[in-house]
């Protein structure tokens, strides 16, 4: 099983702010459905609650959670990160999609980054943790311009853990 994450993180690593996205980059939005559409998504409660406590249509979700008694309709709950990995092993690829404390836990084992990087500085409360850039290799970008629809200019990233 290939381990990816997928993110859109500031210039400053900023990631969201009371529990929800900072900006609304409709393109953005679509890259991750392109990523992850028909795959198995694995996410922080948080992340989970901040989805309005509904499944994105055609993926399998996974919420990682202390609570014992926690149940999210539509998706399959767990208690370690390590216990989410467990169920999606049959898996080809699995995404995990945050949040701060979810993407904190398993940057270490992520075998490919598909960064969003949004550019600017923003205020936030949750952050992307730091990790070597060097430990990967970029092996494509592209970069998107800001326009009528998209207040920040991006440029998606795909990062390959080096062997
Ligand atoms: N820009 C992006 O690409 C992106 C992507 C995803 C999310 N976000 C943003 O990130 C923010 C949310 O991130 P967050 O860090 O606050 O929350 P999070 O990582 O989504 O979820 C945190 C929760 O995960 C559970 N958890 C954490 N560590 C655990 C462990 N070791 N064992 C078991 N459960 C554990 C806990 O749930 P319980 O409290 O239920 O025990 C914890 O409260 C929001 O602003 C969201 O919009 C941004």
Redesign the pocket.
């Known amino acids: 099983m290939i381990l990816k994450a997928?993110?859109?993180?500031a210039e400053n690593r900023v990631?969201?702010?009371?529990?929800?996205?900072i900006w609304h980059l409709p393109d953005d939005l679509k890259h991750f459905k392109m990523h992850t559409a028909g795959k198995t998504i694995v996410?922080?409660?948080?992340?989970?609650d901040?989805l309005g406590g509904r499944p994105l249509p055609n993926r399998r979700h996974i919420v990682?959670?202390?609570?014992k008694d926690?149940r999210a309709k539509g998706a399959e709950v767990t208690?370690?990160?390590e216990d989410a990995i467990k169920l999606a092993q049959a898996e080809e690829e699995v995404f995990i999609?945050?949040?701060?404390?979810?993407?904190a836990?398993s940057i270490q084992m992520i075998d490919v980054l598909e960064i969003?990087e949004v550019h600017g500085e923003f205020n936030?409360?949750?952050y992307f943790p730091s990790f070597n850039s060097g430990d990967f290799e970029l092996i494509s970008q592209q970069y998107h311009p800001k326009d009528e629809n998209h207040q920040f200019s991006f440029t998606f990233k795909t990062l390959v853990r080096k062997v």
């Open positions: 997928i993110v859109a993180y990631i969201g702010k009371n529990n929800d996205l996410m922080g409660r948080k992340t989970w901040s990682i959670t202390r609570k926690f208690h370690s990160l999609v945050g949040g701060a404390q979810i993407y836990l969003t936030g409360d949750a």
